[in-house]
């Protein structure tokens, strides 16, 4: 059973940064694609930025410069670290697991993740 645990989530000031981690096990993390998602209050889940199991990023255009996900397949371990937050950022923030082993490219819809962590909560405020 492949299990996803989020920390680092927290609330930080406008312009600040946090490190949000996800670590994974059950299932060889390296032949996997992974994905950050967000969910603010009366909105749709949204795809945040992901990283192929071959190291190939795609952000979306609104966290381009600011957000940066790596992967440490050591540790098992996926990160998305956070810059210059605006209030705009203020979500929860999931960790996904691509369901494909050596998915061609990024995935960026939400069904083509299988495995979902629990959520962790950033708040930026103005």
């Known amino acids: 059973q492949v299990q996803l645990v989020e920390s680092g989530g927290g609330l930080v000031q406008a312009g600040g940064s946090l490190r949000l981690s996800c670590a994974a096990s059950?299932?060889?993390?390296?032949?996997?694609?992974m994905g950050w998602f967000r969910q603010a209050p009366g909105k749709e889940r949204e795809f945040v930025v992901g990283?192929?199991?071959?190291?190939?990023?795609y952000y979306a255009d609104s966290v381009k410069g600011r957000l940066t996900i790596s992967r440490d397949n050591a540790k098992n371990t996926v990160y998305l670290h956070m810059n210059s937050l605006k209030p705009e950022d203020t979500a929860a923030y999931y960790c996904?697991?691509?369901?494909?082993?050596?998915?061609?490219?990024?995935?960026?819809?939400?069904?083509?993740?299988?495995?979902w962590g629990q959520g962790t909560q950033v708040t930026v405020s103005s």
């Open positions: 990283i192929s199991w071959s190291g190939n990023t």
């Open positions: 059950g299932r060889t993390f390296s032949n996997y694609g």
């Open positions: 996904a697991a691509d369901s494909t082993p050596y998915a061609i490219g990024v995935r960026t819809t939400s069904v083509a993740y299988k495995y």
